[in-house]
């Protein structure tokens, strides 16, 4: 697929993926934003004080791969986050912020294991989010966010910004959507179950989750194994 197609494809994919999460109560008013790498290594970017539920393709904000902003409206105020992101995670093509309800809600808890925000619950928030470090709270447009996120960015893929949201980078937007939607589940999971006590996975649950196939007799489908990010507390590096 040539360059210009790649990124049409991106522009379209970019706004039917958002409109999505809008429509579904993952994200209000104007909050939450999406970038995407393209293949010339720069990035398309929602722009400032946009819906995610009404976006215009051709209005997206289009930067080099210096991060300057080149074409289309001006980019989100958060584009610091995704610059960080981007910079430390060179294998993911897409990230997606959101101020969704659940996650955001968990980032005001006191009391958080700042190394993973919510425990392995679930198999599929194993697999598809992992560990789930704290980045702690920023105001708005503060450039400490960056170096806060850079410092545990290389090895985690989905982060909490404290009083903030869930941000997290995939390989292609629909896994980082994916992705993203799973933590805000477990989350919601984890503030229904409340006070009662809950039973995570064990160990040795997440490392069947996260083995190589081969290692054992009987492989699982490809995407448990291809989606598999949990190991314990430290998080899977790719
Ligand atoms: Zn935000």
Redesign the pocket.
């Known amino acids: 697929m040539t360059g210009i197609t790649n990124e049409s494809r991106l522009r379209s994919e970019l706004v039917t993926v958002a409109e999505s999460l809008f429509h579904r109560g993952l994200t209000a008013g104007s909050?939450?934003?999406i970038s995407v790498r393209l293949d010339d290594g720069g990035f398309l970017m929602t722009p400032t004080n946009s819906s995610l539920g009404r976006l215009d393709g051709d209005q997206l904000s289009r930067l080099d791969a210096g991060g300057r902003h080149i074409d289309g409206g001006q980019p989100t105020k958060?584009a610091a986050?995704h610059r960080a992101m981007h910079q430390r995670r060179p294998g993911d093509n897409a990230v997606v912020?959101?101020?969704s309800p659940h996650a955001t809600a968990v980032s005001c808890l006191d009391g958080l294991d700042h190394r993973n925000c919510i425990p392995p619950l679930t198999a599929y928030h194993v697999m598809r989010v992992g560990p789930l470090p704290l980045v702690a709270y920023h105001r708005?447009g503060d450039p400490a966010v960056v170096a806060a996120i850079a410092a545990i960015a290389s090895d985690c893929h989905a982060l909490l910004?404290a009083n903030?949201?869930p941000i997290v980078g995939e390989s292609t937007l629909q896994r980082a959507a994916d992705a993203i939607e799973e933590l805000e589940q477990t989350a919601r999971i984890l503030l229904l179950l409340g006070d009662r006590p809950a039973r995570p996975l064990t160990q040795a649950q997440i490392e069947e989750l996260t083995d190589p196939p081969q290692s054992r007799e009987e492989p699982s489908p490809p995407e448990s194994r291809q989606g598999a990010r949990h190991a314990g507390t430290n998080c899977l590096k790719r």
Do not use: F
């Open positions: 909050s939450g934003n958060e986050l912020h959101l101020h708005p910004l903030h949201g």
